[in-house]
């Protein structure tokens, strides 16, 4: 009786389970609001400006935007997910993030649920491998970039066997509109096109999979027009990237980063899985091998090792295109040859190594169409590891601890916190001038705050914009940089977070006001800075010698809730 009713448990729709994990998920951020908390880095201090700024001149045409820097072509600020743009427009930016995270949430569960289930048959393992990559902590800014990979593979699939055509151009379209082509969109095409060629020379390519293909690429030419231009024809000004340098890693330390552990914004924390994985396909072998296997399951293992191949010829990718070797010619280059990153690739990986499980495990699991209740136990213990890591990763769990802890012992920063709403409402009605009439600076502190507030500065953190700004900008804070190597080096070597760094607190921007930091000496070319349109700066902390300076003391501005204390100084 138990074994028919697992078994019926099986075969049952246990997708639904997705919304029920779903709504556990969003309560804490329902119920507590902006006093929420995510990851600030890459996000909060940058990505969300993407999309409040794009959506603030949607439909103005503008090909530059004027808030930051003196001014940035729109194409620096292209949104990581184009279909999250009208969110921003018609909500607040909080709401529109947390609506753009329910979406990434739900394409990585019921993708992943999907695509799980239509090759193993499994509910269960379906909804075991939903559930585990749906809690990892994905960047709700980049939309689809990780979570929607299950989502587009399941509509390759569906492609390839002819079935839900019309289902699967718009989950390719979905997928496309929430992603980006040079984080994980050339990855999915890269490895369609390997696909496509080996059907094409077994001669079983069709329409519906070509017309899918070519659609998709046309959706990011659009998105990406600008993108396309610049590297076909040029911009007419040459970026800041020209400078980058590429810093190497030694291939076996990077190879053996990310085959146990990932990469940076694609986290999967899949290693209590690699040796369970590669047991029951070494197990799968040895049973086909012995004729132990059926056609499915023999089909699921031929499936398991492609899939495990591919994952580590990703992983080879990574360590070779980050070894010395590799670095030095692109450092000799210039333009894409210097800066394009090859070994995105690894953004897959979280979908492959979750998916992989599954298929692994459902070599094992169902012989014909007998459940064995022992070995789905056995699964389900082997997962508790991985779950319980996951867990302690996930955004659910920072938001509970949160809840539970607060700041003062979690350290984490709240949405109100960095934003400081209010704060920035009264340094905006103490300036008592339109924010569009002057820009201001930021000493020791992110200026995404002041942007996300409405005002325009002289300093940001953009992955794209003039050189010849990087370099009226250095000469501001030459004398700094001078006596702080360190900071030097991070600015000439990279310089997109373009701020300005000081020898006191060096090249950090999150000082908030429990850093009681002070500046004396600074020995910024404030003549300079001035030319740049700026009037007023933002300093983490007190300048004990603003007079000496030429720095007019406007306020000290904070509150209980705000992570910052700014002294505002206006330039004489």
């Given at each position: 009786m138990i074994t028919k009713l697992l078994n019926r448990i099986d075969n049952a729709r246990l997708w639904l389970l997705g919304f029920i994990l779903e709504i556990i998920v969003f309560i804490p951020y329902d119920l507590m609001g902006k006093a929420s908390v995510f990851t600030w880095h890459d996000q909060m201090d940058e990505t969300i400006l993407h999309y409040t700024l794009t959506a603030k001149h949607l439909g103005e045409g503008l090909k530059v935007f004027p808030e930051m820097m003196g001014g940035l072509p729109a194409s620096a600020f292209q949104p990581?997910?184009?279909?999250?743009?009208?969110?921003?427009?018609?909500?607040?930016?909080?709401?529109?993030?947390?609506?753009?995270y329910v979406l990434v949430f739900s394409m990585a569960f019921f993708g992943m649920y999907f695509l799980v289930k239509t090759y193993t048959?499994?509910?269960?393992?379906?909804?075991?491998?939903?559930?585990?990559?749906?809690?990892?902590?994905?960047?709700?800014?980049?939309?689809?970039?990780v979570a929607g990979v299950p989502m587009a593979a399941l509509a390759i699939t569906y492609l390839s066997r002819k079935k839900k055509i019309v289902l699967s151009y718009i989950l390719l379209a979905v997928f496309a509109l929430t992603s980006h082509l040079i984080l994980s969109g050339y990855a999915v095409l890269g490895l369609w096109a390997v696909l496509l060629l080996c059907k094409l020379i077994k001669r079983r390519l069709h329409i519906f999979e070509i017309s899918g293909f070519i659609g998709m690429i046309v959706l990011y030419i659009i998105m990406n027009i600008s993108l396309f231009k610049e590297n076909l024809f040029g911009s007419g000004e040459v970026g800041h990237r020209i400078e980058f340098i590429n810093h190497s890693t030694p291939f076996g330390?990077?190879?053996?980063?990310?085959?146990?552990?990932?990469?940076m914004h694609a986290e999967s924390f899949h290693q209590y899985l690699i040796i369970p994985i590669l047991v029951l396909l070494v197990a799968g072998v040895v049973q086909y091998f012995r004729n132990k296997l059926n056609e499915k399951q023999a089909g699921l293992l031929f499936i398991g090792l492609i899939e495990l191949a591919a994952i580590v010829l990703i992983c080879l990718l990574f360590a070779f295109w980050n070894c010395e070797a590799v670095t030095t010619f692109k450092n000799s280059q210039t333009g894409?040859?210097?800066?394009?990153?090859?070994?995105?690739?690894?953004?897959?990986?979280?979908?492959?190594?979750?998916?992989?499980?599954a298929i692994a495990a459902a070599i094992h699991l169902r012989d014909t169409d007998k459940f064995?209740?022992?070995?789905?136990?056995?699964?389900?213990?082997?997962?508790?590891?991985?779950?319980?890591?996951?867990?302690?990763?996930?955004?659910?769990?920072?938001?509970?601890?949160?809840k539970n802890n607060g700041s003062a012992v979690t350290g984490y920063i709240t949405w109100e916190a960095y934003y400081s709403e209010e704060v920035y409402e009264d340094i905006e009605k103490a300036i008592g001038k339109p924010l569009d009439s002057y820009r201001v600076a930021h000493v020791g502190m992110s200026p995404a705050p002041a942007l996300m507030h409405g005002f325009y500065t002289v300093d940001g953190y953009a992955n794209s914009y003039p050189l010849s700004y990087k370099h009226k900008f250095r000469e501001i804070i030459a004398d700094e940089l001078a006596l702080n190597p360190a900071a030097a080096e991070y600015f000439d070597t990279w310089g997109s977070r373009c701020y300005l760094y000081n020898s006191q607190s060096g090249t950090s921007y999150m000082n908030g006001k429990a850093s009681e930091v002070k500046y004396e000496g600074l020995k910024y070319n404030y003549d300079l800075l001035k030319n740049l349109g700026c009037e007023y700066l933002f300093s983490c902390g007190e300048i004990v010698d603003a007079n000496d300076e030429n720095l007019e003391i406007l306020g000290v501005f904070s509150n209980d809730t705000a992570y910052w204390k700014i002294w505002v100084y206006r330039l004489k």
């Open positions: 990581n997910a184009y279909l999250f743009v009208p969110l921003y427009k018609a909500f607040d930016p909080f709401v529109a993030f947390l609506l753009s048959s499994s509910s269960i393992l379906a909804l075991l491998s939903a559930g585990l990559f749906s809690m990892l902590p994905f960047y709700p800014v980049y939309g689809g970039a330390e990077s190879l053996k980063e990310v085959f146990l552990a990932g990469s894409i040859l210097r800066n394009f990153q090859l070994d995105r690739f690894y953004w897959l990986l979280p979908t492959m190594w979750y998916s992989l499980f064995n209740i022992i070995r789905y136990i056995i699964i389900v213990a082997v997962l508790i590891p991985t779950a319980l890591l996951v867990k302690n990763n996930s955004n659910l769990y920072m938001e509970i601890n949160q």
